[in-house]
């Protein structure tokens, strides 16, 4: 079996696992019936595994998808991006944050280090052949789910 981006496969699945475990662990913290900032910020986290999961479908498949599958893959993980992203925006104005807390400290940690990771993207970087700028991506934003995990663990409803 070919695979035509495999690194990038790789990263997006390993991003989908480690979104998925968060998502797991801010449901947990949320508790039954109570934290509605932080179960929305859990339906983002699962949200966002099922983006990379598709989006590691999408650069990993394009030698066997047609290119009406890969525009439909393309398209659902770029909304699906902006359905997770909503989602933490809504758990965040859903909460009591204020400029102090250390809720707010880990998640402008995560903003950074995800903007740091855009910046990569959009660049040329890469590190020989198999490693480009999408896979750096990728791990960068796998980095910024830590600060953004634990900083919704924190929040409390408004």
Same mark, same amino acid.
């Given at each position: 079996?070919?695979?035509?981006?495999?690194?990038?496969?790789?990263?997006?699945?390993?991003?989908?696992?480690?979104?998925?475990?968060? #998502?797991?662990?801010?449901?947990? #913290?949320?508790?039954?019936?109570?934290?509605?900032?932080?179960?929305?910020?859990?339906?983002?986290?699962?949200?966002?595994? #099922?983006?990379?999961?598709?989006?590691?479908?999408?650069?990993?498949? /394009?030698?066997?998808?047609?290119?009406?599958?890969?525009?439909?893959?393309?398209?659902?993980?770029?909304?699906?991006?902006?359905?997770?992203?909503?989602?933490?925006?809504?758990?965040?104005? /859903?909460?009591?944050?204020?400029?102090?807390?250390?809720? #707010?400290?880990?998640?402008?940690?995560?903003?950074?280090?995800?903007?740091?990771?855009?910046?990569?993207?959009?660049?040329?970087?890469?590190?020989?052949?198999?490693?480009?700028?999408?896979?750096?991506?990728?791990?960068?934003?796998?980095?910024?789910?830590?600060?953004?995990?634990?900083?919704?663990?924190?929040?409390?409803?408004?």
């Amino acid at each position: 079996m070919r695979i035509s981006e495999p690194m990038t496969m790789v990263t997006d699945y390993l991003l989908a696992t480690v979104a998925l475990f968060f #998502a797991r662990g801010l449901f947990r #913290a949320a508790g039954p019936g109570a934290r509605r900032c932080v179960r929305l910020w859990a339906w983002g986290f699962l949200i966002l595994a #099922a983006a990379a999961l598709v989006g590691g479908t999408f650069h990993g498949g /394009a030698f066997y998808l047609a290119d009406p599958v890969r525009r439909a893959l393309w398209n659902v993980t770029v909304y699906f991006i902006g359905f997770a992203s909503a989602l933490m925006v809504a758990g965040t104005a /859903a909460s009591r944050i204020a400029r102090r807390d250390e809720s #707010a400290r880990w998640l402008l940690t995560g903003l950074a280090v995800s903007l740091l990771g855009m910046a990569v993207q959009q660049s040329s970087l890469h590190f020989g052949q198999d490693f480009n700028h999408n896979d750096i991506y990728h791990c960068i934003q796998i980095a910024a789910l830590w600060p953004f995990y634990r900083g919704a663990r924190l929040l409390e409803d408004r």
